[in-house]
C-alpha cells in the first residue's frame, strides 16, 4: 500500500490538483505525514473552479500561498471512511481549522452543499482519499472566494474568526 502522494499521483483525473500540491510545496505533507482524509477535486472540478473565479490561466494565477489553501482546505487531519460520516457535521481541516460541513445520505456524501464525493475509501498507508467533483469553495456576496459558514477567508481572504494557528 502507497501513500497518499502515491494515490493522488496514480490517479489521472486528479494531475491538476497534484500540480497544485507541487507549486504549493506540500508534497512531503502527503508523502510522510498523517493520517488525513483527502478530498480531492477532479480536473474537471479544478477546472470549473478556475473558471468561476476568473483565473483564466489556471494554477498560473494563483501563488503558491494561495494554492496552499486551496489544497489545505480539501485535507481533514484524521483517517475517516465514507461510513464514518452520518449526519452533516464540521470537520476541521489543514487550512486554519476552517471546517469542510461533511454529510451522508444513504450512500451519497456531499461536503459544504456544493461537493460530492464521486469515488471513495483509497486507503493509503497515511490516510484516505476520496476523489469529489467540485472544490469546496463558494462565491461569496462580492465575487471573491468564499469558505461556508465563514465571513472573508478563502483565497486571498482575511477570516478574524477562523480557528487554529
Known amino acids: 500500500m502507497g501513500n497518499l502522494w502515491q494515490a493522488i499521483e496514480e490517479a489521472k483525473e486528479l494531475s491538476i490538483f497534484e500540480n497544485a500540491i507541487v507549486v504549493a510545496g506540500l508534497q512531503p505533507l502527503f508523502e510522510e505525514q498523517g493520517p488525513y482524509t483527502v ?3 477532479t480536473n474537471e472540478a ?3 473552479f478556475f ?3 476568473g483565473f483564466t490561466e489556471g494554477l498560473a494565477n494563483l501563488s503558491p500561498q494561495d494554492l496552499q489553501i486551496v489544497v489545505l482546505y480539501h485535507v481533514v487531519d ?3 471512511f465514507l461510513k464514518n460520516f452520518g449526519e452533516e457535521l464540521g470537520y476541521p481541516t489543514l487550512f486554519n481549522g476552517f471546517e469542510a460541513f461533511i454529510a451522508r445520505l444513504n450512500s451519497d456524501v456531499s461536503i459544504n452543499g456544493v461537493s460530492n464525493v464521486i469515488a471513495g475509501d483509497f486507503e493509503a498507508s497515511n490516510g484516505v482519499l476520496h476523489i469529489v467533483d467540485h472544490t469546496f469553495f463558494i462565491k461569496a456576496s462580492d465575487g471573491s472566494i468564499g469558505i461556508p459558514g465563514a465571513d ?4 486571498g481572504g482575511n477570516n478574524p474568526n477562523r480557528r487554529g494557528p
Open 39 to 41: 478530498f480531492a477535486p
Open 152 to 155: 472573508g477567508g478563502g483565497v
Open 51 to 53: 473558471e468561476e473565479f
Open 78 to 80: 484524521d483517517r475517516l
Open 46 to 48: 479544478m477546472l470549473t
